[in-house]
Every structure is written in C-alpha cells, then in structure tokens.
C-alpha cells in the first residue's frame, strides 16, 4: 500500500511564500506521475500542477503558472510544490496524488488517473 503523506502547510500572509512537500513510501509501485490539487472552502477540488517521477515535464494550472514551482527529489521519494507570491484565493488544503500509468498534456490534470491519495494539508493565506 503506497502512503503519500504532506507537510508544510500553514498561515501566510498574501505575498508570502509556502513550500509543500508530499512523501511517499514506496516507488516500487512505480508511479510515474506526481500531482498537486487543492480544495478552496466551497468549491471542487482542482487541479495545481503536476511532474513526471523522471522530472522531465511539468504541468500547471493557468491560476498558478509562474507562481507555483513543482520539483521531485527521487532520491528521498519527495515531491515539493513552491508557493511564491501567495494570494488569499490560495487558501485551500492541498493534496498530493500518485499515478501509477503514462499519461500526457491536459489529462495530467484530470483526478480519475491518480491511483493513491495523500490527507491533505492546510495552506491559509491572510489579507
């Protein structure tokens, strides 16, 4: 059983910064794809940004694009996802996610190809 486990979430103020990390117990499932989504009070989950386990393409929200920065160390099986210039519509708790299967483009965003499913951990951005 793959465990993905968040943390670095908290309170910031708006244009602070924020650097989450997802640790998963175990490659030899062999996931290839690593995803970050969020839940806002009141809305759907949706999707951040996402990384290939081999680092060699990301994807992004448009939301987020040039403010967020997604990276993996393989290494310590870690994910990370920087938050830079953060804005109060930030608020959310943010997920990380695994997919075991290849998947290209816009489709990295699309929940039903993740397989395993961190917590959660909260990020609140303040005015």
């Known amino acids: 059983q793959v465990q993905l486990v968040e943390f670095g979430g908290g309170l910031v103020q708006a244009g602070g910064s924020l650097r989450l990390s997802c640790a998963a117990s175990?490659?030899?499932?062999?996931?290839?794809?690593m995803g970050w989504f969020r839940r806002s009070p009141g809305k759907e989950r949706e999707f951040v940004a996402a990384?290939?386990?081999?680092?060699?393409?990301?994807t992004y929200a448009d939301s987020v694009k040039g403010r967020f920065t997604i990276s993996r160390d393989s290494a310590k099986n870690t994910v990370y996802l920087e938050l830079d210039s953060l804005k109060p519509e930030d608020t959310a708790i943010y997920y990380c996610?695994?997919?075991?299967?290849?998947?290209?483009?816009?489709?990295?965003?699309?929940?039903?190809?993740?397989?395993?499913w961190g917590q959660g951990t909260q990020v609140t951005v303040s005015s």
């Open positions: 996610a695994a997919a075991r299967g290849s998947y290209y483009g816009s489709t990295r965003a699309r929940e039903w190809i993740y397989d395993y």
């Open positions: 990384i290939t386990w081999s680092g060699d393409s990301t």
């Open positions: 175990d490659r030899t499932f062999g996931y290839s794809i």
